[in-house]
């Protein structure tokens, strides 16, 4: 069981920068690949980056990509995502997920076995 908690959300202007951070509870915690995703008002869930047990591969979406980087810290639980060049678009609740498999990093939200409960993120233009 692992529960994941998001912060670092907010109001930024478009241009600005924002560091959303994730902390587990629970053990293991680097045995999860761990995901971002976010869902813009009326629209479902948008796979954004992901990143795997061993940090070794990462994977953003394309509409991300060069504006923002994912980490973790396995030793303190946490993994980031580093958002710069934010652009209203980027405007959505973002939430992390865990996923149990080693076959990933994956994009489908199906893969992923937990979840915060979403931090919004709002870019003004």
């Known amino acids: 069981q692992v529960t994941l908690v998001e912060s670092g959300g907010g109001l930024v202007q478009a241009g600005g920068s924002l560091t959303l951070s994730c902390a587990a509870s629970?053990?293991?915690?680097?045995?999860?690949?761990m995901g971002w995703f976010r869902r813009a008002p009326g629209k479902g869930s948008e796979f954004v980056s992901a990143i795997s047990q061993s940090e070794r591969t990462t994977d953003y979406a394309n509409s991300v990509k060069g504006r923002f980087t994912i980490s973790r810290d396995n030793a303190r639980n946490t993994v980031s995502l580093r958002m710069n060049s934010l652009k209203p678009e980027d405007t959505a609740v973002y939430f992390c997920?865990?996923?149990?498999?080693?076959?990933?990093?994956?994009?489908?939200?199906?893969?992923?076995?937990?979840w915060g409960q979403g931090t919004q993120v709002t870019v003004s233009s």
């Open positions: 629970g053990r293991a915690f680097d045995h999860y690949a």
């Open positions: 997920a865990a996923d149990r498999s080693y076959a990933g990093p994956h994009r489908a939200p199906s893969e992923y076995d937990y």
